[in-house]
């Protein structure tokens, strides 16, 4: 990133989160010997510059201050940046009304409300990078797949033009062993190209990677290290900047033309509804009251769930059975039941988020047993399972609904997911993270092609009422995905 970015030598360096000075260092090391500034909340900071060879001098120019909130009156030639990793969650009212003011005054639109701060970085940065000057960050893939990712990278990529973008293999991931997928772009302030360098690292090779960026041509091998791809802007826009270019062969018919995806049930306290056979033996109260649940992906290695993993669970000690009362009045119910709800009333259980919208409060969520789960988190083949145990599934999983319920079509369905062509569509649907973990909301999965060669193989075919409650599953869409909604049920 710093080599790239000070080729041309450049007055000035600017990085807008400098910390102990880690580009500064770099940029020296590949010599640079221009100015360097940027901000930094904590002079503090700076204490480790001096082990990376930087001195007094390289820090002289830093503002101890707030980027974002700063009047910065300046542009620079070269910017480069590891912005901190801030989720919307941890960013308060005022913090989110200046966002939006500048991504208004950059972008022409507000962003969603869950971006998080290191868009914002982005966004003000490029706006003060100088004609013709260049810009290396360093971001995680989910600013390329977020609900916002379409609009800001459309807009960027129409006043800006983007160099290149570097991926990683796990063996060569910036930050091994964090569930973070990391990506590096370049931009500069230059008229926008139909065409950029798509890179995909195996290796840390400097002098690979460079290459790559200067001289590799489409497809070139650069040694072991790198592949360099020259990619259509637009092409990659569509399928998301994150990901490579999907073979024509994959492409296929969406999932939400063979069933609907809901979310799994959301009880708000596992650990006093979601019990094991031990527990609810001790507790005294009547099976009856309760349904068979899953809970957690690791509970179910295999694409088939069948009962005997169900004993084999309560064998282990692990919970398998959901507390599932309905409306009944608390002082109508046995004893042993009325006494467990207590004692969650004494645990303040009852003014929890999520529990407090429900009524009574240990009403649970409904769910018709599901034919199939899908495991919408982690780094497991065995994704979609064939349910033959009958059994809801908590929040570790999406329910899918098959609108043709024959026990036929079920399972050539389930065969057809499961195929190694449709799994890897999941990475064009889903969000990327570290170590090839991928995670798929329920729309994301809705929109998961399963390829024409696999509808052959299989021999599935869409329903032919798919059309019209494909429409009617988005008409329910909003209740039906939040907590407690009220939405239609399968």
């Known amino acids: 990133m710093a080599s790239w970015v000070t080729e041309k030598q450049p007055d000035t360096l600017f990085d807008p989160a400098v910390g102990p000075g880690t580009f500064f260092s770099a940029a020296r090391a590949v010599g640079y010997t221009g100015h360097l500034d940027g901000f930094e909340l904590h002079k503090t900071a700076f204490a480790d510059g001096g082990q990376l060879g930087l001195t007094r001098n390289d820090f002289s120019r830093i503002e101890i201050a707030d980027f974002i909130s700063s009047n910065v009156k300046r542009t620079f030639p070269a910017i480069i940046s590891n912005p901190p990793y801030i989720r919307h969650h941890r960013l308060g009212e005022q913090r989110k009304s200046e966002l939006r003011t500048i991504a208004k005054r950059v972008l022409g639109f507000p962003l969603d409300g869950r971006v998080g701060l290191h868009v914002y970085f982005l ?21 390329c797949e977020g609900i916002s990712s379409p609009a800001l990278w459309n807009r960027l990529c129409e006043r800006y033009r983007l160099e290149a973008i570097l991926t990683f293999d796990e063996s060569a991931a910036p ?64 399928t998301g900047l994150s990901r490579p270019s999907r ?108 529990i407090q919208s429900r009524r009574p409060w240990y009403k649970m969520e409904q769910r018709l047993p599901p034919p199939i789960l899908f495991a919408y988190l982690g780094r497991r083949d065995c994704r979609f399972i064939l349910n033959e145990a009958g059994v809801v599934p908590l929040t570790g999983f999406l329910c899918v609904y098959p609108w043709d319920t024959d026990r036929e079509a079920v399972k050539r369905l389930w065969r057809a997911l499961n195929h190694p062509d ?16 991928v995670k798929v909301e329920p729309r994301q999965l809705d929109n998961l092609e399963i390829p024409a060669s696999v509808l052959r193989e299989v021999g599935l075919k869409s329903p032919e009422v798919a059309t019209e409650l494909v429409l009617l599953e988005q008409a329910a869409r909003k209740k039906s995905d939040k907590p407690g909604g009220k939405g239609v049920k399968p």
């Open 175 to 238: 930050f091994p062993q964090v569930d973070t997928n990391a990506m590096v772009f370049l931009m500069s302030h230059s008229a926008p190209s139909r065409h950029f360098k798509w890179l995909r690292v195996k290796e840390r090779d400097v002098d690979s990677i460079l290459h790559s960026l200067q001289d590799a041509k489409n497809g070139q091998d650069t040694g072991k290290a790198v592949i360099c791809y020259d990619r259509d802007l637009s092409e990659a826009l569509a």
């Open 247 to 354: 073979p024509s062969a994959l492409h296929g018919i969406p999932l939400s033309h063979f069933a609907r995806v809901v979310r799994g049930i959301a009880t708000g306290a596992n650990e006093f509804f979601f019990l094991t056979c031990e527990q609810v033996k001790s507790l005294e109260i009547d099976r009856r009251f309760f349904i068979r649940a899953l809970g957690r992906t690791r509970d179910c290695r295999e694409d088939v769930l069948r009962p005997s993993t169900l004993e084999q669970l309560d064998l282990a000690g692990r919970p398998t059975w959901l507390l599932n009362l309905d409306n009944t009045p608390k002082e109508r119910l046995p004893a042993t039941l009325r006494s467990h709800l207590e004692s969650g009333e004494q645990q303040q259980l009852h003014r929890r988020s999520l």
């Open 422 to 437: 449709t799994l890897q569509n999941l990475a064009f649907a889903g969000k990327s993270y570290g170590g090839g973990a």
């Open 123 to 143: 966004l003000k940065c490029i706006e003060h990078l100088s004609p013709s000057g260049r810009l290396a960050f360093l971001l995680p893939a989910d600013v």
